[in-house]
């Protein structure tokens, strides 16, 4: 018997609304707490396109880097991968000077790549504030004001958050958590840019690392307590609450301090976080299995999607340092060697994460195709019923 629920025109309407709703399905599975830096100071990296294929495999949706190359943003277009692109630090003097400035870097470097390339944040500077350039404290404000504004005048400022990530060296102390504060010398500078960043709703982004808190106090750190493992762990009289890793510990220190400014609901987002793999002699912790430990234990920790013991209620997110070794990076041994990636693209150790290999292509298919492939099986089963 033909009804009005199986004409073709209602045949076509209900397939199409099933795979709509298969791409919805496939959205919302992001879990919006894992993201990863891809720094390429190095000159024996896969090519950017294959690094998308590395990414789509892990299931990695979030991603840093420190520039806004072009053969990166184009390699990334129609992937999906959300990308917060990098103002480099030598940028800052002249961004600062005039909006005309960040307009042209804007033209040139974002609006030519989206909607196709999903840039969704600019970072503007890196660990600026703290640091030895007492020039670039005074130029970073200045300088996110006028991305900003160019971003409105484009009509691109509600879609790409303007940021500025900091170094654990804004603190003046931040053991327990509930003590930390800002430093008295960079408050001056802190104090406005925090004030501009909760305007435009923009989150405070920390790089925060246990490794660098251990490799610098191995005597007075247990190592359990800074790679998520058992241990005695922290108690804070003040809010009187225990901390079981130090990760959480250095989220909720810069909630402290932004409380003790007034900044009582600004997010805190994890800018960097990681463990180098590697080492000199005199850099405690720096081994294979402490960093397979640590990466390991914190994408289990942010996969849980909860919050920390200050801020239970504000799901903890963070990028991982680094996608790969980076051989070119200066330093000790440590900083050429935060990869969760070698750089032909198969792991530097196993937490989970599959490399470049033949069977990432199936791999790639299982993981974003499975949805898909279960909501169209079950439209189609309808289909045939509503046929009959």
Not at 115 to 131: D, F, H, M, S, Y
Not at 140 to 158: E, F, I, M
Not at 181 to 193: A, G, H, I, Q, S
Not at 252 to 268: I, N, R
Request: with cysteine.
């Amino acid at each position: 018997m033909i009804t009005k629920f199986s004409s073709p025109f209602f045949l076509w309407l209900l397939l199409l609304s099933c795979v709509l709703f298969s791409h919805a399905l496939a959205d919302k599975a992001f879990t919006g707490t894992y993201g990863v830096n891809y720094g390429r100071i190095a000159d024996n990296l896969p090519p950017p396109e294959s690094v998308v294929t590395l990414l789509k495999a892990a299931k990695i949706k979030n991603i840093r880097i420190y520039d806004s190359d072009h053969q990166v943003l184009m390699a990334f277009k129609g992937s999906g991968i959300e990308i917060v692109v990098g103002l480099p630090n030598e940028f800052l003097k002249d961004m600062s000077v005039a909006e005309d400035r960040a307009m042209s870097w804007i033209k040139e470097n974002v609006e030519p790549f989206i909607p196709g390339t999903k840039i969704r944040g600019i970072a503007v500077g890196n660990e600026i504030l703290g640091g030895t350039d007492i020039e670039l404290w005074e130029a970073l404000l200045p300088a996110a004001r006028n991305v900003y504004s160019a971003l409105q005048k484009l009509g691109l400022a509600k879609d790409i958050q303007v940021s500025s990530p900091h170094s654990e060296a804004v603190f003046a102390n931040s053991y327990p958590p509930s003590s930390c504060t800002f430093k008295d010398d960079v408050m001056p500078y802190m104090r406005p840019l925090l004030q501009f960043f909760s305007q435009i709703g923009s989150p405070f982004f920390i790089n925060a690392y246990p490794f660098l808190a251990y490799k610098n106090d191995p005597q007075h750190i247990d190592i359990n307590y800074a790679l998520f493992q058992k241990s005695p762990g922290i108690y804070d009289a003040k809010t009187k609450l225990h901390y079981d890793n130090m990760f959480d510990a250095q989220v909720d220190a810069a909630y402290a301090a932004l409380e003790k400014v007034g900044y009582t609901k600004m997010e805190v987002i994890v800018s960097e976080t990681g463990w180098a793999s590697r080492g000199d002699e005199n850099e405690a912790g720096a081994t294979l299995k402490n960093a397979r430990t640590y990466n390991k234990n914190l994408r289990k920790r942010l996969l849980k999607k909860k919050g920390t013991p200050y801020r239970p209620k504000m799901v903890v997110r963070a990028y991982i340092f680094a996608l790969f070794n980076e051989n070119l990076k200066p330093g000790p041994t440590s900083e050429r060697n935060f990869g969760l990636f070698k750089p032909d693209g198969s792991i530097a150790y196993d937490i989970g994460f599959t490399g470049l290999k033949p069977s990432s292509a199936t791999s790639l298919h299982k993981g974003i195709g499975s949805s898909f492939v279960m909501v169209f099986t079950t439209c189609a089963a309808i289909l045939l019923l509503l046929a009959l």
